[in-house]
């Protein structure tokens, strides 16, 4: 697994990131600390470029409150809250006590632990406990594969007219077009892929940005 965005070759890769805005020191550190901590699960970050895209959605979104699926080490959850409204709050979901240790660490350095809610246990679970009326102006889905469907179905009702819904890893590395990858996980995305999109409560569309990202509009 790779953190760059997929099919492109490496001199446009970076092409793309030295025309586009830089990641600052914090995030670069936290990419850093991940490597070394966890050498091989680096990949379960997503990449800069995506990282400052999904910033750039919270804020022409005008986003206030959101839910992310998937903390790993905080680091998409630190480029949506930096692009949150004023009080803003993300509350982010995970299982992992030690990946999401580093995570605190981050979001502390960062100023933004009075923002992030970071709850441990299944997050389908977490969803289900939260009132199911519309509260979230933005979502990123970024978990176990096999769950895309169920937690879209918890969060479309939980989002507000509007509301924006982010899923990662929507090629699965490119395995969705090719008929002999049939594990649990790239079933999971062909499935949700077109759940997704025959659903008339959201338009969605994919961009080919890092693993394919999932955009859709709740109306
Ligand atoms: C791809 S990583 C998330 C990467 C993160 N968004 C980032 O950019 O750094 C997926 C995360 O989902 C978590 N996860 C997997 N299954 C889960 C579940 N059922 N409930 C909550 N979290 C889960 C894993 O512990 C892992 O940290």
């Given at each position: 697994m790779t953190r760059t965005s997929e099919n492109l070759s490496p001199e446009l890769y970076e092409y793309l990131l030295a025309h586009s805005e830089p990641v600052d020191e914090l995030l670069r550190d936290l990419v850093a600390e991940t490597e070394q901590r966890f050498p091989d699960r680096v990949g379960l970050q997503i990449g800069p470029e995506q990282g400052t895209f999904m910033r750039m959605v919270a804020q022409l979104a005008g986003a206030r409150d959101a839910v992310e699926i998937g903390t790993f080490t905080g680091y998409s959850a630190i480029c949506l809250a930096r692009g949150l409204a004023p009080g803003g709050t993300l509350l982010s979901c995970d299982l992992s006590e030690e990946w999401t240790s580093v995570a605190r660490s981050y979001w502390q350095r960062a100023g933004l632990s009075d923002t992030i809610t970071l709850r441990l246990g299944p997050a389908l679970q977490t969803l289900r406990e939260l009132d199911r009326e519309p509260r979230f102006d933005l979502a990123f889905i970024d978990a176990d594969k096999e769950g895309y469907i169920d937690y879209w179905e918890e969060l479309v009702p939980r989002m507000r007219s509007g509301g924006t819904i982010l899923a990662d890893n929507t090629f699965s590395h490119g395995r969705?077009?090719?008929?002999?990858?049939?594990s649990p996980a790239v079933e999971g995305i062909r499935k949700f892929n077109v759940h997704a999109r025959d659903d008339g409560r959201a338009e969605a569309v994919i961009l080919p940005i890092g693993d394919g990202l999932t955009l859709a509009r709740v109306r």
């Open positions: 969705v077009i090719d008929p002999a990858a049939t």
